[in-house]
T-cell receptor, first 112, second 113 residues
Framework: GNSVTQMEGPVTLSEEAFLTINCTYTATGYPSLFWYVQYPGEGLQLLLKATKADDKGSNKGFEATYRKETTSFHLEKGSVQVSDSAVYFCALSDRRGQNFVFGPGTRLSVLP | DSGVTQTPKHLITATGQRVTLRCSPRSGDLSVYWYQQSLDQGLQFLIQYYNGEERAKGNILERFSAQQFPDLHSELNLSSLELGDSALYFC????????????FGEGSRLTVL
């Protein structure tokens, strides 16, 4: 079945540091890929997405590129802020949307 | 605000009891998903409904059941509660069952004592 693997957290960075959170997936078809973010005390919200190979999703300074050859969708940001402290979930869905799978989440803490 | 409403936000109950969690999807969304989030197991998919019909089932216990009503709101029923059922329960909705973009509510935090 489909699955998503994320790097283990927690990740602690200083403000303005570069962020990478690794995500790899296993899927039988051509899934859509997503990054969701969960701020403290809130539900998950969509951060960015990519629906086909080589697509780059971007939002709020975050980027991720759909790499089919390495089955990866790594999240990056050039300069993190304290307000980026949250839990980040990588996810995939197949075309039918019936198999929406989330990774375990990576907790990011950004220190001033 | 995602447009997905969940009630109650917090619920404290005792083992062996039964509770019902309610979810109102975004206006126009036909699909509703339920997830359980606990500290040690991350986000676990429970069940999905599309336009009133069950579409997919995940790791949902037999003690749990759900339904989606004609007005598209959904309820998740948890019975014979155990301590291990304490978790955050999220509802999410999407416009259909294949675009893959989910909109999450703020969750219902269940504490079983």
């Amino acid at each position: 079945g489909n699955s998503v693997t994320q790097m283990e957290g927690p990740v602690t960075l200083s403000e303005e540091a570069f962020l990478t959170i690794n995500c790899t997936y296993t899927a039988t078809g051509y899934p859509s890929l997503f990054w969701y973010v969960q701020y403290p005390g809130e539900g998950l919200q969509l951060l960015l997405k990519a629906t086909k190979a080589d697509d780059k999703g971007s939002n709020k300074g975050f980027e991720a590129t759909y790499r089919k050859e390495t089955t990866s969708f790594h999240l990056e940001k050039g300069s993190v802020q304290v307000s980026d402290s949250a839990v980040y979930f990588c996810a995939l869905s197949d075309r039918r949307g019936q198999n929406f799978v989330f990774g375990p989440g990576t907790r990011l803490s950004v220190l001033p | 605000d995602s447009g997905v409403t969940q009630t109650p936000k917090h619920l404290i109950t005792a083992t062996g009891q039964r509770v019902t969690l309610r979810c109102s999807p975004r206006s126009g969304d036909l699909s509703v998903y339920w997830y359980q989030q606990s500290l040690d197991q991350g986000l676990q998919f429970l069940i999905q409904y599309y336009n009133g019909e069950e579409r997919a089932k995940g790791n949902i216990l037999e003690r749990f059941s759900a339904q989606q009503f004609p007005d598209l709101h959904s309820e998740l029923n948890l019975s014979s509660l155990e301590l291990g059922d304490s978790a955050l329960y999220f509802c999410a909705s999407s416009v259909d069952d294949y675009t893959g973009e989910l909109f999450f509510g703020e969750g219902s935090r269940l504490t079983v004592l």
